[in-house]
């Protein structure tokens, strides 16, 4: 049974694509604002709110960091442990500015994420359906829209 | 070291058939230095080489011959050498078909000695 769970379709080829080339243990696609629209590996909805919240808020930071020290937006993030690394990278899509964290374990290294994680931002813009018309976002459209991703994610 | 090394990469390069020398972090897969032709793409034989020579290391371990020491892999338009220098630092040649197998190991050598 594939570990892959998508918000929307177009996402689903691409990050399986990745995954599965990359040899990475858990991945999230998400909006800077932390909307999460894709994830492979998470099997409870807790640790993928968690996660999209602090990957969030690092990216936030980070972007903040970069600004003050006026040496434009940070690129990508990684840290490595003894059992996992960690690669946060921002990156454009057709449907906007996006987020992707990446976990991987001692059997993929930073450098195959980033070299798969290249394919991963082309084969998304290759894939991605052209833009709906934005509509203002309202408190409570968010709430309900993190509820559907949140439940799509996990049925 | 650096500049040691790098005239290290360039006399590599220059054993006719050779298409590019790297320098590659065998953990991380990251290139430290490289002297690669146009066409060669660095990140990707870097990360590649060092997934490949890490599976090998399992391989190798587990048959009880120890860590892999020098690695000649020939594939259709070329081959790829691999030579295991100081501890987790790989040098990586991409070179054509038909190359001084020898020439190049012994250069790898050289190179190498500049690393440790």
Same mark, same amino acid.
């Given at each position: 049974m594939s570990r892959t769970r998508v918000v929307e379709p177009w996402l689903a080829g691409p990050l399986e694509h990745f995954v599965s080339e990359s040899g990475a243990r858990l991945t999230l696609i998400l909006t800077p604002a932390g909307q999460v629209l894709a994830q492979h590996g998470f099997t409870r909805a807790v640790d993928v709110m968690s996660a999209a919240a602090l990957a969030s808020g690092i990216a936030a930071s980070t972007g903040e960091l970069a600004r003050l020290l006026e040496g434009g937006a940070f690129r990508a993030l990684s840290h490595e442990s003894q059992r996992h690394g960690v690669f946060l990278s921002r990156f454009a899509s057709p449907r906007g500015p996006l987020l992707?964290?990446?976990?991987?374990?001692?059997?993929?290294?930073?450098?195959?994420?980033?070299? &798969? &994680?290249?394919?991963?931002?082309?084969?998304?813009?290759?894939a991605a359906p052209a833009a709906p018309p934005r509509a203002p976002v309202l408190a409570a459209d968010f709430e309900r829209e993190l509820n559907e991703s949140l439940a799509t994610l996990f049925r | 070291m650096t500049e040691r090394l790098h005239e290290a990469l360039d006399r590599v390069t220059r054993v006719r058939g050779v298409r590019? %020398?790297?320098? #590659?972090?065998?953990?991380?897969?990251? #290139? %430290?230095?490289?002297? %690669?032709?146009?066409? #060669?793409?660095?990140n990707a034989v870097a990360a590649l080489a060092a997934s490949l020579v890490q599976r090998l290391a399992r391989a190798t371990a587990t048959s009880g011959i120890g860590q892999p020491g020098f690695l000649h892999l020939e594939a259709e338009r070329g081959a790829l050498l691999t030579l295991a220098v100081r501890e987790r630092l790989m040098l990586v040649t991409v070179a054509e078909p038909g190359v001084n197998v020898g020439l190049v190991r012994l250069e790898l050598l050289r190179a190498g000695a500049e690393v440790r």
């Open positions: 992707a964290l990446v976990v991987y374990g001692y059997e993929s290294s930073i450098g195959l994420v980033q070299l &798969f &994680f290249e394919e991963l931002v082309t084969d998304l813009a290759a | 590019g %020398v790297l320098l #590659v972090g065998l953990d991380d897969g990251l #290139v %430290v230095a490289d002297a %690669v032709m146009e066409g #060669v793409r660095a």
